[in-house]
């Protein structure tokens, strides 16, 4: 598992926690079953608040990325691996829809975006 936290984004903590975690599981780095560290354990190594972690750990079980066991601990929730990609690819396009608007309110036509992706990615 490995957060980075950028202090001086706009992106709040916990939102930064439940992408990169997301991420890692939905690519295969966080293998399916395997126990996340408690959350006061990735609260103490990354220097912040218990209540940030726990809200990280919310999303990412509303996700159904993870699962918690009262007294175990938190897992990585199985899936099979088409799941995570229908998964993964379900994530993208809910973040392109919101983002989508920004664009729009832009001004910013399709042509103008297609050429920024291709530019950035």
């Known amino acids: ?6 202090e001086r984004s706009d992106t709040p903590i916990y939102e930064q926690i439940h992408v990169q975690l ?17 959350i006061r354990t990735v609260a103490r190594e990354l220097g912040i608040s218990v209540i940030t972690i726990k809200k990280a750990w919310e999303l990412l079980e509303a996700d159904d990325l993870i699962y918690t066991r009262p ?8 899936h099979p691996r088409d799941g995570l990609t229908a998964k993964r690819h379900t994530f993208a396009v809910e973040r392109f829809r919101h983002d989508a608007r920004f664009y729009r309110d832009l001004a910013i036509t399709r042509d103008e975006l297609i050429d920024i992706v291709k530019q950035e990615y």
């Open 1 to 6: 598992m490995d957060i980075v936290i950028a």
């Open 22 to 38: 997301a991420a890692q599981i939905l690519d295969g780095r966080l293998e399916p079953s395997s126990m996340l560290p408690s």
């Open 71 to 78: 007294g175990k601990g938190a897992f990585v929730s199985p």
